[in-house]
């Protein structure tokens, strides 16, 4: 059995994964730490357009697919190009950025 690492969610993205090349910080926005740490079975966000949803979102499922082994994670959305719009900028590119990633969900694959 894998063995499950005790760290946060939002430690974990910034020890490993990649936001647009760069480290992803959370200087100076403590309110995400409870949103991305969020142990709660559901949860609902009300915020105004450009706060970070989709990048939080995205930060969630990332961190919750590597930290808890065999959890299934599904991003829903109104139309496929809005789900494909997500998956190619937010996560897609992480895997790009992130080499740590990359070896944990690609293993035979270099860099």
């Known amino acids: 059995m894998q063995e499950v690492i005790k760290i946060s969610n939002t430690d974990f993205l ?3 994964v990649r936001l647009d090349g760069n480290e ?3 200087d100076g926005r403590p309110y995400i730490f409870p949103i991305i740490n969020n142990k709660f079975k559901r949860s609902i966000l009300m915020a105004a357009r450009q706060t970070e949803k989709s990048t939080s979102l995205a930060g969630i499922l ?3 697919a590597c930290l808890r082994p ?3 994670c599904l ?3 109104p139309t496929g190009k809005q789900t494909g ?3 190619r900028k937010k996560i897609d590119e992480c895997f790009e950025t992130s080499k740590h990633l990359r070896k944990c969900f690609y ?4 860099g």
Not at 107 to 110: A, I, Q, S
């Open 85 to 87: 719009v997500f998956s």
């Open 75 to 77: 991003y829903v959305s």
């Open 24 to 26: 992803w910080r959370f």
């Open 14 to 16: 910034q020890k490993i």
């Open 107 to 110: 293993p035979g694959v270099k």
């Open 62 to 64: 990332l961190a919750n």
């Open 70 to 72: 065999n959890l299934s």
